[in-house]
């Protein structure tokens, strides 16, 4: 949903970044699978190990698609920057901090089955 | 642990909403950003450089305010040397204000002779790069800029001086007339004097004048010179030695010789 009201914001920037649509999909494809893979296997360790790797390949993606997180794009002879570091560096945090909660995830139902586990 | 996972969880998705929407918003805005251009005037400092004024209307219509907005304008030189350089800064621009700045920028003509005294001659186009940058929302800095070129006038363009003429006035003395003329083409007045003085074989200052020089821009501009001298002291073969002093820049001395 928040992909299709944003994807109306950008259309028109779009036309000038050909790379950006297939970027953005590619993004969200790849993301909703993980998504999609960790309900899946709801109930064992790998819903939360999906989880892991759902925020990695977040943090991942911006660092290489942004570069040096400064989008340069050139229209009718006019060079137009656009720096977004405080933007990586505010969504690689958001990254970590959702990498942290799966962890946390994957620790709390490793010690829950641990309680469950008769000795 | 349940909860404090949850409450992560919340936290986590509703900043990573806030920050997609805010961004893809703010970088949205920038179609909602208008410039008006109006009418650049040309005129002349105190300390006799061209002040360029350019009025410029921002409009912001966007959704954020916009931080920091900056008109830089450089022009450079045939072998990339800056020429002239003017930068404008508005500090901020309110969500739905219009602003009007003058963007002003100096030309000292003399520095500008300092690289190529040909500019003073000939007609040509000059690099300029011409650079904006603002904050999207005091958060994004964006900067557009380009290369363009704008024409520059000769002020002294096809510069001639004509053939001396001599006219005897009476037994001792002689006049001496030389014609001069060039087309004004840069887009200010030029008014100052003009100073001839004759010298002969013997290194003998024989004569001398000067005449106030007013032309108009883009206009013809023609006058004598006319220099009164002691007849015995003009000998066959000797020189002209000619300044310009132009409230802009001074040209000279030129040594036309003669004979």
């Given at each position: 949903m928040v992909y299709y009201v944003c994807w109306l914001f950008l259309a028109p920037i779009a036309s000038m970044i050909p790379a950006l649509q297939q970027s953005i999909q590619t993004f969200v494809v790849v993301y909703i699978t993980l998504i999609i893979v960790g309900e899946l296997s709801a109930g064992t360790v790998y819903q939360h190990f999906f989880g892991v790797a759902n925020s990695l390949f977040v943090v991942a993606y911006l660092i290489f698609s942004l570069n040096s997180a400064t989008v340069s794009m050139t229209y009718q002879g006019v060079v137009l920057m656009v720096d977004l570091r405080l933007f990586l560096v505010i969504a690689m945090l958001l990254g970590l901090l959702g990498l942290g909660k799966s962890m946390l995830q994957a620790i709390n139902f490793a010690s829950k089955k641990a309680e469950q586990t008769p000795i | 642990m349940d909860i404090p996972i949850k409450m992560i969880d919340i936290v986590t998705i509703i900043s990573w909403i806030f920050l997609i929407i805010f961004s893809v918003s703010a970088v949205y805005s920038i179609k909602d950003l208008t410039f008006n251009f109006g009418v650049s005037q040309l005129g002349t400092t105190s300390d006799g450089k061209i002040l360029f004024s350019l009025p410029i209307e921002i409009a912001n219509k966007g959704y954020y305010n916009v931080g920091l907005f900056n008109v830089t304008t450089i022009v450079l030189a045939?072998?990339?040397?800056?020429?002239a350089e003017g930068s404008t800064l508005i500090p901020t621009i309110g969500k739905g204000e219009t602003v009007t700045v003058l963007h002003n920028m100096t030309f000292d003509v003399a520095h500008l002779l300092q690289f190529n005294q040909s500019y003073l001659f000939n007609d040509t186009q000059l690099n300029t790069v011409e650079s904006v940058s603002m904050r999207l929302g005091g958060f994004i800095p964006v900067q557009a800029s380009g290369n363009f070129s704008i024409p520059w006038g000769a002020p002294l363009y096809n510069f001639k001086l004509g053939e001396p003429q001599y006219t005897v006035l009476n037994f001792t003395h002689m006049q001496v007339t030389v014609p001069m003329s060039f087309d004004n083409h840069a887009t200010v007045d030029i008014t100052g004097e003009a100073q001839i003085r004759m010298y002969n074989s013997t290194n003998e200052l024989v004569g001398f004048d000067r005449i106030d020089i007013e032309a108009l821009q883009h206009s013809h501009y023609g006058g004598n010179l006319r220099l009164y001298a002691v007849t015995s002291s003009v000998t066959q073969t000797g020189w002209f030695e000619l300044r310009l002093q132009i409230g802009l820049f001074n040209y000279g001395p030129v040594v036309i010789p003669y004979g």
């Amino acid at each position: 949903m928040v992909y299709y009201v944003c994807w109306l914001f950008l259309a028109p920037i779009a036309s000038m970044i050909p790379a950006l649509q297939q970027s953005i999909q590619t993004f969200v494809v790849v993301y909703i699978t993980l998504i999609i893979v960790g309900e899946l296997s709801a109930g064992t360790v790998y819903q939360h190990f999906f989880g892991v790797a759902n925020s990695l390949f977040v943090v991942a993606y911006l660092i290489f698609s942004l570069n040096s997180a400064t989008v340069s794009m050139t229209y009718q002879g006019v060079v137009l920057m656009v720096d977004l570091r405080l933007f990586l560096v505010i969504a690689m945090l958001l990254g970590l901090l959702g990498l942290g909660k799966s962890m946390l995830q994957a620790i709390n139902f490793a010690s829950k089955k641990a309680e469950q586990t008769p000795i | 642990m349940d909860i404090p996972i949850k409450m992560i969880d919340i936290v986590t998705i509703i900043s990573w909403i806030f920050l997609i929407i805010f961004s893809v918003s703010a970088v949205y805005s920038i179609k909602d950003l208008t410039f008006n251009f109006g009418v650049s005037q040309l005129g002349t400092t105190s300390d006799g450089k061209i002040l360029f004024s350019l009025p410029i209307e921002i409009a912001n219509k966007g959704y954020y305010n916009v931080g920091l907005f900056n008109v830089t304008t450089i022009v450079l030189a045939e072998n990339s040397s800056v020429i002239a350089e003017g930068s404008t800064l508005i500090p901020t621009i309110g969500k739905g204000e219009t602003v009007t700045v003058l963007h002003n920028m100096t030309f000292d003509v003399a520095h500008l002779l300092q690289f190529n005294q040909s500019y003073l001659f000939n007609d040509t186009q000059l690099n300029t790069v011409e650079s904006v940058s603002m904050r999207l929302g005091g958060f994004i800095p964006v900067q557009a800029s380009g290369n363009f070129s704008i024409p520059w006038g000769a002020p002294l363009y096809n510069f001639k001086l004509g053939e001396p003429q001599y006219t005897v006035l009476n037994f001792t003395h002689m006049q001496v007339t030389v014609p001069m003329s060039f087309d004004n083409h840069a887009t200010v007045d030029i008014t100052g004097e003009a100073q001839i003085r004759m010298y002969n074989s013997t290194n003998e200052l024989v004569g001398f004048d000067r005449i106030d020089i007013e032309a108009l821009q883009h206009s013809h501009y023609g006058g004598n010179l006319r220099l009164y001298a002691v007849t015995s002291s003009v000998t066959q073969t000797g020189w002209f030695e000619l300044r310009l002093q132009i409230g802009l820049f001074n040209y000279g001395p030129v040594v036309i010789p003669y004979g």
